[in-house]
């Protein structure tokens, strides 16, 4: 509970022998029953980790979940920056991207077209995503005005997101 | 020559958009700032089977989309800025292609078609500048370099001498280096002999341009036994130190009718007075001036008039103002010797003569003299020429340089005079001119277009550059390399002898290396080689 991958991280899963990647654009921590909302609690404790302490059972009452938008997937060493053909399943492992994995799928700006027309997406989302993928590079700066430069073919008729973007992005 | 498609020029854009006839637009690649493009320079278009090789006619901004001009992105931000420029805004340039390598066929066309979209765009090398303009050989002559580039860019001069050509520019420019700069490689490489008219005595020894300190050599310096000096002025040449090889002196029956034509406006002669003059030439044959004036003198021109039924106050008025040749020191009662036939005999030996002016350099002078002898040597090489019976025979190729040239070529003038007929009979007689003028528009159209190449340096006037742009095939976006041109040492060469237009900066004149590469050794340099010669002889 409580540890859900960063906003914009990359995580991956594996559907045989597809490997798929995934940006994380949403998490939050919810009642497992829908509709239930948590109360209010821990007016005489001093800190949050008290409430918990005293309240064993909110652990098992409360998840964290995250949502993530596909932006491709790889087979065979080979990157596919679009969407796989079968979803990934239910029970599948999800795991967040190691250094190594996020440069290999930095390599192209591609999934940036899923990225900003996607309906989940958000401009929020495409700038914390290429803060992230931009943190494990070496050159970062250039990542990330190679990454500016896609958004506007991108965002041609659209200035004004892509000021907000690139206002976002700027190292 | 170049075969393959390596790319050696540095990367500039990619084709987007263009027709033959309005030119190629090319997208600049986000690494190429538009501050370094400039109007003039040369590109080459990498095509799948041909290299089109074009000249940069204009350079443009263009943004994706019109919204980024009203809420233009953050700019002082270098992060945005660097992102922005190249994709969302971006510079264009122009390109007029002109010239095509057919990669297949090794061969060298004119442009009739335009590359494939997105083709890539590079600068173009001292290979491609070889490629087009060919490289320093024994007729061709280096002019300078194409602008901004290294390269050398040569002009065929065994073409430029076959036309008459013209050399145009505001004064101040270096019109007159480029001209010596020709007339050097003329001579060097004896593709033709040269007549200068020399109105401001800077071909012959030396010249000092205008607010400059440095003297610098001019012909008879470089080329001691390969041109004469004759001086109209024998006392400014000799205050110099010098001496000329000749002194040119006119008789009164040297001048015809004709010559005086031309001088109506100086003499301010009207019609009727020049149509007299040519009566009394008839009348009185080949000594008609120095008698009518001798009968002048002696007041009787009344008498005259009775004899031949003219309007005595008509001939009066001619007398009076032929009395003004009197004026002309150079024009002599009789000329002792024939300075045509000296000129001439120069001239057959390969030995190319500069006229000096010196003090008299005045128009009256000036359009007197050069119509004069340009008139009959030129009926001498019209007559050698139509004896020809083969190429063996004709004369060698002769080039009038002529400064000032819209006094003689005026609409109202070229008609008349034998300068106007030299440009439009071209290169049938084997004499064409060399036009040096700073006010083209002065010159009748029908003679411009008449011209084989033309050198453009930097006119301010509009008159002058449609002038001087008239009758070629790109005018429009030449105008704007032409009027882009610095104010000095820069000069548009198009028309004949180049194959495409071009921007050239000129070959910097007056270096010792310069004159070296004429031929010319100082007084040390000969003092050397002689202790040499002397040495290995004994």
New interface residues.
């Given amino acids: 509970m409580h540890q859900s991958p960063p906003f914009g991280s990359l995580a991956k899963t594996a559907i045989g022998p597809q490997v798929v990647f995934a940006v994380v654009y949403f998490a939050a921590t919810l009642s497992i029953e829908p509709g239930r909302k948590p109360v209010a609690r821990g007016r005489d404790e001093t800190s949050p980790e008290d409430i918990y302490r005293q309240h064993p059972q909110l652990s098992q009452l409360l998840r964290t979940e995250f949502h993530s938008l596909v932006v491709g997937y790889s087979e065979e060493n080979t990157l596919y920056n679009y969407l796989p053909p079968f979803p990934a399943r239910i029970h599948s492992f999800v795991y967040l991207c190691d250094e190594s994995e996020r440069q290999q799928f930095s390599k192209s700006l591609d999934f940036l077209g899923l990225l900003v027309k996607a309906p989940q997406g958000s401009d929020e989302l495409t700038a914390a995503c290429l803060r992230y993928l931009a943190a494990s590079k070496e050159d970062k700066?250039d990542f990330?005005?190679s990454g500016?430069?896609e958004?506007?073919?991108l965002l041609?008729?659209?200035?004004?997101r892509?000021?907000s973007i690139?206002?976002r992005i700027?190292? | 020559m170049t075969q393959g498609y390596s790319q050696e020029g540095k990367r500039l854009g990619i084709v987007v958009a263009g027709s033959l006839s309005q030119g190629i637009e090319i997208k600049l690649d986000s690494q190429v700032s538009i501050e370094d493009m400039a109007v003039g320079r040369y590109v080459s278009i990498e095509g799948k089977k041909k290299r089109f090789y074009g000249l940069i006619t204009d350079v443009r901004l263009g943004a994706i989309d019109p919204r980024f001009s009203i809420n233009p992105p953050d700019m002082s931000d270098p992060f945005i800025a660097e992102v922005v420029i190249g994709t969302s805004a971006f510079g264009t340039i122009k390109v007029l292609p002109r010239i095509i390598w057919d990669i297949t066929s090794s061969a060298m066309q004119r442009t009739k078609t335009v590359p494939q979209p997105f083709q890539i765009v590079s600068e173009a090398t001292q290979r491609d500048i070889d490629l087009i303009f060919g490289s320093e050989d024994e007729k061709r002559l280096v002019i300078g370099n194409p602008l901004d580039m290294e390269a050398k860019l040569c002009l065929d001069l065994e073409l430029f001498a076959t036309l008459s050509n013209g050399v145009f520019g505001k004064s101040g420019t270096g019109k007159t280096f480029f001209t010596h700069h020709l007339l050097n490689g003329l001579i060097q490489k004896s593709k033709a002999v040269s007549l200068v008219f020399d109105m401001h005595s800077e071909y012959g020894w030396s010249w000092r341009p205008q607010g400059s300190h440095q003297e610098f050599k001019a012909l008879k310096q470089l080329f001691p036994s390969k041109v004469a000096v004759f001086a109209l002025d024998e006392e400014n040449y000799r205050r110099r130190g010098l001496s000329p090889d000749f002194i040119v002196r006119i008789g009164y029956d040297q001048i015809e009718p004709a010559d005086l034509e031309i001088l109506r406006e100086t003499l301010n002669l009207n019609d009727l007075q020049v149509d007299a003059i040519y009566r009394i030439r008839q009348r009185l044959d080949k000594k008609w001036l120095k008698e009518f004036l001798s009968q002048g003198d002696q007041g009787s021109i009344g008498t005259l008039a009775g004899q031949w039924r003219e309007n005595e106050s008509n001939l009066e008025a001619v007398y009076r103002r032929l009395t003004k040749l009197r004026n002309l020191p150079f024009v002599v009662q009789e000329a002792t010797e024939d300075s045509v036939a000296q000129i001439l005999h120069k001239l057959e030996a390969g030995i190319s003569v500069v006229l000096e002016f010196g003090r008299y350099r005045d128009f009256t002078s000036y359009i007197l003299v050069a119509n004069l002898l340009t008139r009959r040597i030129y009926d001498k090489y019209r007559e050698t020429t139509e004896g020809a019976k083969g190429d063996s025979e004709r004369p060698r190729p002769l080039i009038i340089t002529l400064e000032e040239a819209h006094k003689f070529l005026s609409p109202e003038l070229a008609r008349q005079t034998i300068f106007g007929t030299i440009a439009r009979e071209m290169r049938k007689y084997n004499v064409t001119l060399l036009v040096v003028d700073q006010r083209p528009s002065g010159i009748d159209p029908e003679v411009l277009s008449q011209l084989g190449t033309r050198v453009a340096f930097r006119l301010d006037d509009v008159a002058d550059i449609d002038a001087v742009l008239s009758g070629s095939e790109d005018k429009s976006e030449l105008k704007t390399v032409l009027s882009r041109l610095e104010t000095r040492q820069q000069t548009l060469v198009f028309g004949h002898s180049v194959p495409m237009a071009v921007v050239v900066e000129v070959e910097p004149y007056g270096s010792p290396d310069y004159y070296r590469k004429f031929g010319f050794r100082d007084a040390t340099e000969i003092g050397k080689q002689v202790t040499k010669d002397i040495e290995e002889l004994f």
């Avoid at chain 1, 041609?156 to 004004?160: D, R």
Wanted: hydrophobic share 30%; charged share 30%.
């Fill in positions: 700066r990330l005005v500016g430069r958004l506007s073919r041609a008729g659209e200035p004004q892509l000021n690139l206002k700027r190292p």
